[in-house]
């Protein structure tokens, strides 16, 4: 992105600015602000699609490539003996830096909950 000045960045909007440092969202906004942006691909086009690509057998292999797992992250506290037993699923764990914190009391010393 070319440098510019502050009132240039504010003028851009947040999305637009987001998406060229390669960010994107998530989730729908919530407001319109798709006025530059191109049209976007109808339910019917993007059934035929998911539809070619199951047949080519491209959806297992697309979906197999997505990370399953931060590289970084660590999951010390999911792993404690006494956490197992909060964890829903035991390979699906929440990273702890980004873990849901509960008070901690004396049933759950480490206010932990999956």
Known sequence: MKKGSR???KKM???????LNGLT???M????ETKDEPERASNDERC???????????????????????????????LL?????RNRFQDVLPY???RVELVPTKENNTGYIN
């Open 29 to 32: 906004p919530l407001h319109d």
């Open 96 to 98: 702890d830096d980004t």
């Open 13 to 19: 909007g947040p999305l637009k600015l987001a998406a």
């Open 48 to 78: 035929k699609t998911l539809e070619q690509r199951m047949e080519q057998g491209m959806v297992f292999t697309e979906y197999d490539q997505v990370p399953k797992k931060r590289g970084n992250g660590e999951c010390s506290i999911a």
């Open 25 to 27: 969202l998530s989730r």
């Open 7 to 9: 009132s240039d960045l």
């Open 81 to 85: 003996p006494e956490s197992s037993e």
